[in-house]
């Protein structure tokens, strides 16, 4: 296999915020028969030759297979309904079989993982994904999912599973115990993945159902199973998919056939690049149906496609090909809700306010994010606050105003403030050569990465990528956006006191941010508090699991809310805390983006850690946030003295974000 240089963690996070596209189940669909005295001794040779094997051919991570001899496997399935347990056959060709017993960190050997969803609702009821090697098993980040019972409930008990390794072949087998009724018809959720680790570091990631992303976070990320009698012959069915009105870029990724009798029976289908579908169904009446897709093209322009008309229905009969007739999809009509002049720019009163929350109500609505925290400035003091929506789509919690969302990249701003603050003091040198204080071992073989300072952090010309250990520029030189910086200056922060790095940073936090601003529902790290506050984060409208992180990561780590924040805001825009010289200097353009990323042709780019922009009324600082199911922005006019605070827990959630800055302050362009 060809070796990737990306680290796993970032590789899925990457993916994880790249899965826009909705749709209930990832479209990849298998069909498995009555099976009986099994016995799971990694064998296989008690199979029926006629079961019909699926390939894992979909590369989730890494660059591809060296070759046929190496890497490529298969699952077979069948189930025993008077026992009640599913059975899985997989089979993998691998010439370098790798074993760590004394490690189980996932990127150090071959592994495979198992994903299930027993109960298969359309909502959502989370996957149980069994992870192991012949050394080491575990249920993945269980302990994140709790708002799902059955993972909660999920443990090795109801599994047995053989591994064989026989020449270049190894072979898992499972026999799973299901809850319920195995019946004909019944739809499981499941999927597949195989990990192939090479003592060359080479190593590919390979799943049966063509997703990104976590799927033990997301029902939607994995594929359907469908129990069939020993005796159905399912029947092909095929149609495609037309635009009415504008089209958009991309089609539904999948649609929906739900059994017209039993509505809890439903398999979906992938759609190709050009509107195509087909798939084999047992006989009986189905209604179509068209998932809800958010196409993203940019984080501030997505379109809502959907189904024309009501579903349509089908009969699917024994030996004979099924022609669906074309179905229309549209892109729905977006909210248009922007006024000629900014709403803050008036007097802020019921009316006003009655304006923010139909604004907010109809971008919640079309954009399909759960929940929003807002606070508004005018007149350099709060005139307005509410919280919207619910804390948990599963779950349909209302949204407390105390709830507190992870906040992304803004921490890089409160992280920035304590930083001047320390450097007004004297404390710090933004000047000097970091790795004078502590080096970074991983960018030795780039030298140039020893000119970096604490100036080029905080301005994003630190050299560094967004994320990993490398440069891609020298320092000073290259404007490019890095949380990578922010993270290596908290260390050098810390002077390379790695083992109480949480504390060391937590009380830079406390005695220069927190304490002297009362921000007392603000977090950085995991403490008794926040998991019993943190709101859910979403993607595509699927909860994602809960993180309480154990150390402050100063480039992504902030929890908070709205009100919590607005006494940051109002020292920001009164430079408290920060003597004149050391505002000025944090507050002036040190670097700017590039020309086509500036907003309507205004200027924009970095102060001392603060993002700036021009803008029609003048200066506008603050700082966005994206951690993919969580998205945030702060901007404040500092001409106007107003300005506003939104958080969400949505990926979709960037045109809510993008318009409210007309909506609220610039007005219809």
């Known amino acids: 296999m060809k070796s990737s240089t990306r680290s796993f963690f970032y590789f899925l996070v990457l993916l994880l915020s790249l899965s826009f596209y909705v749709h209930a189940n990832n479209g990849a669909l298998a069909y498995i028969y009555p099976i009986s005295n099994i016995t799971v001794d990694g064998n296989g040779a008690d199979w029926p030759v006629s079961i019909k094997p699926y390939p894992l051919s979909n590369i989730f991570y890494g660059d591809g297979l060296s070759g046929p001899e190496d890497g490529s496997a298969q699952w077979r399935g069948g189930y025993d309904a008077i026992s009640g347990h599913l059975y899985f056959l997989v089979t993998m060709l691998d010439n370098d079989y790798v074993k760590t017993p004394d490690n189980s960190h996932y990127s150090s050997h071959d592994f495979q993982v198992l994903y299930i969803d027993p109960k298969h609702t359309k909502k959502g009821s989370g996957v149980i994904a069994y992870e192991l090697d012949e050394d080491h098993r575990k249920i993945v980040e269980q302990e994140g999912l709790l708002f799902y019972p059955q993972v909660k409930k999920a443990s090795f008990d109801q599994v047995e599973i053989a591994i064989k390794r026989t020449g270049k072949t190894v072979t898992y087998e499972w026999k799973i115990e299901i809850p319920g009724t195995l019946k004909p018809r019944r739809v499981i959720g499941f999927d597949y993945a195989v990990f192939d680790k090479d003592t060359d570091e080479e190593h590919v990631m390979l799943t049966w159902g063509n997703t990104g992303g976590n799927k033990f976070t997301n029902s939607n990320l994995i594929g359907d199973v469908m129990l069939l009698e020993a005796k159905d012959e399912p029947t092909l069915v095929k149609g495609r998919l037309q635009w009415e009105g504008e089209a958009s870029n991309h089609w539904p990724n999948s649609i929906q056939f739900t059994h017209a009798n039993t509505p809890d029976v439903f398999v979906n289908t992938a759609v190709d690049s050009l509107g195509q579908y087909e798939l084999k169904l047992p006989q009986g009446d189905y209604e179509i149906h068209i998932p809800p897709t958010w196409q993203m093209d940019r984080w501030f322009d997505i379109d809502l496609v959907q189904g024309v008309g009501p579903a349509p229905s089908i009969s699917v009969t024994k030996d004979k090909t099924l022609v669906v007739d074309t179905l229309s999809v549209t892109v729905a009509k977006k909210p248009d809700l922007i006024p000629l002049k900014g709403i803050l720019h008036t007097q802020f009163d019921t009316a006003a306010s009655k304006k923010v929350d139909e604004f907010v109500e109809a971008y919640r609505a079309y954009y399909n994010i759960p929940a ?226 500036w907003r309507n042709g205004y200027k924009s780019g970095y102060g001392l850690g603060v993002a700036l922009r021009e803008s029609p009324h003048g200066l506008v600082f603050g700082h966005g946030g994206n951690n993919g199911d969580f998205r945030c922005i702060f901007d404040m006019y500092d001409d106007l003295d107003m300005g506003y605070i939104i958080y969400t827990n949505a990926n979709t959630a960037g045109p809510l974000l993008y318009d409210a800055t007309n909506f609220l302050v610039e007005g219809r362009n």
């Open 372 to 597: 929003v925290s807002l606070a508004l400035i005018q007149d350099g003091q709060l005139v307005y606050h509410n919280s919207y929506g619910v804390e948990n789509n599963i779950t349909k919690k209302p949204l407390r105003n105390e709830a507190v969302f992870e906040a992304a990249s803004i921490t890089k701003l409160a992280f920035a403030y304590v930083m001047n603050r320390l450097v007004q003091r004297g404390e710090f040198d933004l000047d000097k050569p970091l790795y004078e204080i502590l080096p970074f071992p991983e960018l030795e073989e780039w030298p140039e990465y020893k000119l970096m300072t604490g100036k080029h952090v905080l301005t994003h010309v630190s050299g560094l990528p967004n994320w990993g250990s490398r440069m891609i520029n020298t320092p000073g030189t290259t404007y490019g956006y890095s949380g990578e910086g922010f993270e290596y200056l908290k260390k050098v922060l810390a002077k390379g006191d790695l083992d109480n790095l949480p504390e060391v940073i937590q009380s830079y936090l406390d005695n220069e941010l927190l304490t002297p601003l009362g921000m007392t529902n603000t977090y950085f790290m995991c403490n008794d508090q926040l998991p019993n506050l943190k709101v859910a984060g979403h993607f595509n409208g699927i909860p994602n699991m809960y993180d309480c992180p154990d150390w402050p990561g100063m480039a992504f780590s902030m929890h908070t809310e709205a009100k919590d924040f607005v006494p940051f805001a109002l020292a920001l825009l009164n430079r408290q805390g920060l003597t004149d010289e050391q505002a000025a200097k944090m507050f002036s353009f040190h670097t700017l983006e590039k020309e086509e990323d």
